[in-house]
Structures are given as C-alpha cells and as structure tokens.
Nanobody, 123 residues
Framework: VQLQASGGGLVQPGGSLRLSCAASGFTLDHYKIGWFRQAPGKEREGVSCIKLSDGDTYYQDSVKGRFTMYRDNAKNTVYLQMNSLKPEDTGVYYC?????????????????WGKGTLVTVSS
C-alpha cells in the first residue's frame, strides 16, 4: 500500500489549489482516505476524510464550504480541492488511509501515510 500526495505550492490568499493523493497497491473502495495538515510550530490536525465505499465525507469546521474531497476511479486518486485559501491554511498536507471496517478517521487510526506536500498561502 502506497500513497503519494502532490499538488502543493505557493498561492495568494483567496486562491485555490488542488491536492492529489494517488493510491497504489489497494482498491480505494475498501478504504477511508483522510487529509491532515501540520502548520509550522503546531501539531498535525485532521482536515477532511472520505469513506470511499459510500462517499460519506467529513470536514473540519474551519474548511467547511471551502474544501472538497472527491475521487477519480480511473486514476485511483483522491483529490482535495481547496478554494478561498487563507494564510492559516499554510502547512504540510498529508494523505492517509485506513480500511473502511476500522472505526474513525483520526490521526492515530490511520494505517498508511504518504509523504507530505507543502501548501503556502501568502501574499
């Protein structure tokens, strides 16, 4: 099982970025995928999570209405579309996975992690 996060970069406040989490070695339908981020000097926090068997999605309150998770079956990839970005969205973003039969989508519950991708929101 491997996850590869990409798509980070520098963007101005109010701008958009799309992060990708490419999965290999497993079928997305049987897993939950979560996005986490770690801002400079802060602990890693959960941003959003999707249960790919039914599309049920969770978002942290601070990103609701701005971020959207969705999948591309053909590419076995999950995306995080981030709009109306704010400086406080800056951080290293990680995607992680755990089997759908396991409860929860918190950091300690995720079994597989990809390397992070840096998002910087600054003017």
């Amino acid at each position: 099982v491997q996850l590869q996060a990409s798509g980070g970069g520098l963007v101005q406040p109010g701008g958009s970025l799309r992060l990708s989490c490419a999965a290999s070695g497993f079928t997305l339908d049987h897993y939950k995928i979560g996005w986490f981020r770690q801002a400079p000097g802060k602990e890693r926090e959960g941003v959003s999570c999707i249960k790919l068997s039914d599309g049920d999605t969770y978002y942290q309150d601070s990103v609701k209405g701005r971020f959207t998770m969705y999948r591309d079956n053909a590419k076995n990839t999950v995306y995080l579309q981030m709009n109306s970005l704010k400086p406080e969205d800056t951080g290293v973003y990680y995607c992680a996975a755990n089997p759908v039969y396991k409860p929860g989508c918190g950091e300690i519950e995720m079994d597989y992690w990809g390397k992070g991708t840096l998002v910087t929101v600054s003017s």
